[in-house]
């Protein structure tokens, strides 16, 4: 059974950083993307940002491309995403996500599996 755990979340002033941390275990898959999906109150999740655990791949939204860095330490299965100069538009439940493969962040129904999510507000 696949557990995610995250955890970094909290809240900060625009401009500040954050990061987030998810601690992945009983993923079997040989090849599956790893990453970060968001909601906000009302509105649709959204891809953020995800990483391969074949090579490393990326991808990354375009509202926080340059912003925001995913990476993994997979002796410690565990995925960051550090979000520097955030903004209170970023602010949202942010949900780590497993997904066989390595879908592209707007193919939402790929992404099976799915931690409790971890809020993280941006005040202005």
């Known amino acids: 059974e696949v557990q995610l755990v995250e955890s970094g979340g909290g809240s900060v002033q625009t401009g500040g950083s954050l990061r987030l941390s998810c601690a992945a275990s009983?993923?079997?898959?040989?090849?599956?993307?790893i990453g970060w999906f968001r909601q906000a109150p009302g509105k649709e999740r959204e891809g953020v940002s995800c990483?391969?655990?074949?090579?490393?791949?990326?991808y990354y939204a375009d509202s926080v491309k340059g912003r925001f860095t995913i990476s993994s330490d997979n002796a410690k299965n565990t995925v960051y995403l550090q979000m520097n100069s955030l903004k209170p538009e970023d602010t949202a439940v942010y949900y780590c996500?497993?997904?066989?493969?390595?879908?592209?962040?707007?193919?939402?129904?790929?992404?099976?599996?799915w931690g409790q999510g971890t809020q993280v507000t941006v005040s202005s």
């Open positions: 996500t497993v997904a066989e493969g390595f879908p592209e962040l707007t193919h939402l129904g790929e992404y099976n599996y």
């Open positions: 009983g993923i079997t898959f040989d090849d599956y993307a």
């Open positions: 990483i391969s655990s074949s090579d490393g791949s990326t």
